[in-house]
């Protein structure tokens, strides 16, 4: 297996950031879903969303890194087909992309103008504020948009993983292949 993509398959690389992503968004969404069907003091939600900002953070890393990957590789991957069904992908990717980006900026501003500080794994990357320096407008967006877009990725994310089974159990024309291995 190539390090880099190709356009017959995506590359190891590409591979390992697309399951990693996979895993850790399961993981997020398994966390908010159990605090909203179970509540949120229920042991499994309080299990799952426990470390919410921490993955969150390796969350945001990696998606940003992938991103960077995926345009380096722009040209050598995999062509979505042609035509109408070519632009659907195209537009379903650059809105997941958009979206995996988005979701986490909104905490991270949110992070930056509220009262606490952010410290993921120790690691101070916002101080606290004092209540009168606290920016409203900054902490608004961030609460009103964080997890509303996250529920907009999850529908995507539902649609994506669909399609992924459309094309191989009906259409049976290897899409899916080229990125499980």
Known sequence: MTIRDSTARYGAVSRAFHWAVA??????????LSERILGEDSPLAAALSANHKQVGTILFVLIVARAV??????????AHGPGLQGYAVRLGHFALYALMLAVPSAALLRAWGNERAFAPFGFQIFASRSPDEVVATATAIGSNFHGEL??????????HIAMAVLHQVVLRDGTLKRMAG
Request: a positive charge; zero cysteines; glycine letters at 16%.
């Open 69 to 78: 990957w995926a345009l380096v590789n722009r040209g050598r991957r995999p």
């Open 23 to 32: 895993a850790l968004l399961l993981w997020q969404f398994g966390g908010m």
């Open 150 to 159: 996250a529920w907009i990725m999850g529908v995507l994310i539902l649609g």
